[in-house]
Nanobody, 128 residues
Framework: QVRLLESGGGLAQAGGSLRLSCAAS????????LAWFRQGPGKEREFLAA???????TYDERVKGRFTASRDNAKSTMYLEINSLKPEETAVYHC??????????????????????WGQGTQLTVSS
């Protein structure tokens, strides 16, 4: 069983930087594909970034350049660093994962449907 716990949210100022963390327990972290999603008030859930077991990453074009996803297998933790924070980043941020041994490809990592495990989310509020 894999459990995911997000942290690092809270109140931040526009223009600043923030790093979110997703700590995993159970299972084998190094085999997981992990991703970040967010859902703002009145908005649908959107894909942000994913990291695969090899460490390679992919981003949604809307956040590429400002967002950096990474993973530390020794710490069983995935990170999301957000630079130049905007009020539009206000949302609940979730991490999600699936075991990389299952069938997958880069074309479907943006879909929430492929992820088997989800954290409860961490709230980020960006003030202007």
């Amino acid at each position: 069983q894999v459990r995911l716990l997000e942290s690092g949210g809270g109140l931040a100022q526009a223009g600043g930087s923030l790093r979110l963390s997703c700590a995993a327990s159970g299972g084998t972290f190094s085999t997981l594909t992990l991703a970040w999603f967010r859902q703002g008030p009145g908005k649908e859930r959107e894909f942000l970034a994913a990291t695969v077991a090899s460490g390679s990453t992919t981003y949604d074009e809307r956040v590429k350049g400002r967002f950096t996803a990474s993973r530390d297998n020794a710490k069983s933790t995935m990170y999301l660093e957000i630079n130049s924070l905007k009020p539009e980043e206000t949302a609940v941020y979730h991490c999600a994962a699936f075991d990389s041994s299952r069938d997958w490809n880069w074309r479907n990592v943006r879909s929430a449907n492929v992820y088997d495990y989800w954290g409860q989310g961490t709230q980020l509020t960006v003030s202007s």
